[in-house]
């Protein structure tokens, strides 16, 4: 089951947990990572590997729950301007210039997981976000030993059996297709979404089919000045 991530190319597809991290350019990372892998399922209820680490997401989406449009676009989370038939208001604002926690959250984990397209818009960037994180990336055509910053993993399986033998505690998953196929094998312990003030009818959604529920436990929300709502949860197991 844990393959499957892998079998097909890279395609760039909605959006990540860098929606939120960095500035216009790093929130356009989330552009190019999210969408539905062709995954299978076991029956019956999700249950997490017996693995060293847990996963945690930080995603940003619009309030009807889409990270991007279909064609990518995130004007409506920058602040690109009139799109869609409508103005979208401006870029989201913590009101002290901050980063809506995302560093706060950073400094928590021990390393980073995502896919080959979050990887190559990330990685042209002059300031790499991740310094001191070891990042490992999942891709069937990314070479090995292309950027020294990350190892690359063919698949799923691979990946985990990595972070898991590195002794891992808490594991950065990032990229939607990453965080479906981390939700999907019930390796993902909590989630921070924030809601941008903006519907958009329909987009790029990181959270898809799945082989049964998956039970959340609140932990707390908190509001921004620019209209954001953050809501963290616990996957109860």
């Given at each position: 089951m844990l393959d499957t991530l892998a079998t097909?190319?890279?395609?760039?597809?909605?959006?990540?947990?860098?929606?939120?991290?960095?500035g216009?350019?790093?929130?356009r990372a989330a552009a190019r990572a999210a969408g539905r892998p062709r995954l299978s399922y076991p029956s019956g209820t999700l249950r997490g590997m017996d693995v060293s680490f847990t996963g945690s997401v930080f995603l940003g989406m619009s309030v009807d729950g889409?990270?991007?449009r279909l064609d990518g676009d995130l004007s409506w989370l920058t602040g690109g301007g009139e799109t869609g038939g409508g103005e979208t208001g401006g870029a989201p604002d913590d009101g002290d210039g901050g980063d809506f926690g995302f560093a706060?959250?950073?400094?928590?984990?021990?390393?980073l997981v995502m896919g080959r397209a979050t990887y190559e818009f990330i990685a042209p960037f002059a300031d790499?976000?991740?310094r001191g994180k070891p990042v490992h990336v999942l891709?069937?055509?990314l070479p090995a030993g292309a950027d020294p910053r990350i190892t690359v993993h063919r698949s799923l399986d691979e990946a985990v059996t990595a972070l898991d033998a590195a002794g891992y505690r808490r594991v950065y998953v990032d990229g939607g297709r990453t965080v479906h196929a981390f939700l999907a094998a019930g390796l993902v312990a909590d989630l921070t979404l924030s809601r941008i003030p903006v519907l958009i009818g329909t987009g790029l959604t990181p959270f898809g089919e799945l082989a049964a529920d998956?039970?959340?436990e609140?932990?707390?929300?908190?509001?921004?000045?620019?209209?954001m709502v953050q809501s963290t949860y616990r996957v109860r197991r």
């Open positions: 097909g190319p890279d395609t760039p597809v909605g959006a990540g947990g860098t929606a939120l991290s960095g216009a350019r790093h929130r889409f990270i991007a706060e959250f950073l400094s928590g984990i021990d390393a790499w976000p991740y891709s069937t055509s998956v039970p959340l609140h932990v707390g929300t908190r509001s921004f000045a620019g209209g």
